[in-house]
């Protein structure tokens, strides 16, 4: 009867030995192990923290070399063309063809004053001058608004003279004042250049459990080690889930890998333009990691049923890799289409994931049951797929290579 007892028992156990069986294999194929547990969790971090540390150089260049500015027709407004001069600004000669230059990107922004600049002024009427660029060209946006501010401040300075000179109050002209009280913080501006860190950091879990999914079974299959498995007295349940834990185990470490990563590697990053604070505080970096944490459940579930569906190792790798773009439709969607977060998406894994990391890396108090609710439907979902997956299983066919 003890005996009986304990094979009972290490039978209800059997999960546990399933679980270590499959996660210390996984360790020894080092190529696989740096794929989940290196390049997919780095890549992200590593890549985002370059974009963004080229793209703040670049506007700090911007911002405080000397504005270079071809003007056409300079003689025409020389009061125009010496206050340009007093801010700063070097002028250049003007091109042959400003359409050209412009199309061809020799010059950024071109000043064109046409030959009527001078009877406009004196007439006392509005002053015609062209700005000549081309906003598609992303990049010449900060010439262009330095540009554009110049010339209305030259225009503001020169009316105030006018009404001064007859004897007109300038406040006349201005019944309302319009002041801008931008109420964002650094660190609330960190979301508007940060709204793909989801995308990353779900992908990160999707990745670390992907080849662990597929060698457990349309592997174990091909290999023919499965079907000795599952012809053992234990349930399949517990063979499923022993390979379900191994696989968000890796998951979840590739998860912790990717955020960590992040919180290095935006410490590095020199934000001190623009008003930007791309630290990610520790308190925040772990909010965001219990948020995501349960999406490595969901990506091994919804990985081991495909790998279970799928009649070859090879045709489980081409859906499973179609399936990791599954992350990207949340992430895409809200930086296409922002939305105030609502309580639909806190309720819709994957979305709810994104809105969240959204708010927390703005530096909002994002209340826990928020994060409760959002990982609860997240379980949930994955356990409606662990019970597929259980039914795969119990199927006959899944032990029979193609």
Not at 3 to 17: D, E, L, P, Q
Not at 56 to 61: G, I, L, Y
Request: aromatic residues 6%.
């Amino acid at each position: 009867m003890t005996i009986s007892t304990g094979n009972v028992a290490a039978s209800r156990r059997a999960w546990i030995t399933v679980f270590s069986k499959e996660v210390r294999e996984n360790a020894r194929d080092r190529r696989t192990l740096a794929s989940a547990l290196l390049y997919g969790p780095l890549v992200g971090p590593v890549l985002f923290a370059v974009l963004i540390s080229f793209i703040m150089v670049q506007q700090r260049e911007k911002l405080e070399k000397p504005l270079e500015l071809a003007i056409i027709g300079a003689e025409h407004a020389p009061n125009l063309v010496r206050h340009l001069e007093r801010q700063g600004v070097i002028v250049q000669p003007a091109p042959s063809d400003a359409e050209a230059a412009i199309r061809e990107q020799r010059e950024d922004v071109v000043l064109r004053i046409g030959p009527r600049y001078a009877e406009h002024w004196q007439a006392g009427k509005p002053a015609p001058v062209d700005l000549l660029f081309d906003a598609s060209r992303t990049h010449t946006g900060a010439t262009v608004e330095r540009t554009r501010a110049l010339l209305q401040q030259y225009a503001s300075t020169v009316a105030t003279l006018r009404l001064q000179v007859r004897g007109i109050a300038p406040q006349i002209v201005t019944p309302v004042a319009v002041v801008d009280r931008d109420l964002s913080t650094p660190q609330s501006r960190t979301g508007m250049i940060m709204a793909m860190l989801p995308y990353f950091l779900i992908l990160s879990a999707f990745v670390g459990g992907m080849y662990l999914a597929i060698d457990t079974t349309s592997g174990e299959r091909e290999r023919q080690s499965l079907e000795p498995l599952l012809i053992t007295p234990v349930s399949r349940a517990q063979i499923m889930f022993g390979k379900l834990l191994a696989t968000s185990a890796y998951a979840a470490a590739s998860l912790l890998i990717c955020v960590l990563a992040f919180v290095v590697s935006l410490g590095m990053i020199p934000a001190d333009v623009a008003g930007f604070s791309l630290q990610l505080p520790a308190a925040t970096a772990v909010s965001i990691m219990l948020t995501v944490l349960p999406i490595a459940l969901l990506a091994a579930s919804t990985q081991t049923v495909v790998a279970a569906m799928a009649k070859s190792f090879r045709e489980a790798q081409t859906y499973l890799q179609f399936l990791i773009l599954l992350p990207a439709v949340p992430s895409l969607v809200l930086v296409v289409n922002p939305m105030k977060p609502a309580l639909w998406m806190y309720l819709t894994p994957l979305f709810g994931q994104s809105a969240l990391i959204g708010e927390l890396v703005r530096g909002e108090a994002v209340p826990v049951a928020y994060i409760a609710a959002c990982s609860a439907t997240t379980v949930l979902l994955s356990g409606l797929f662990a019970a597929l997956a259980v039914r795969l299983y119990r199927s006959e066919r899944l032990a029979v290579s193609a």
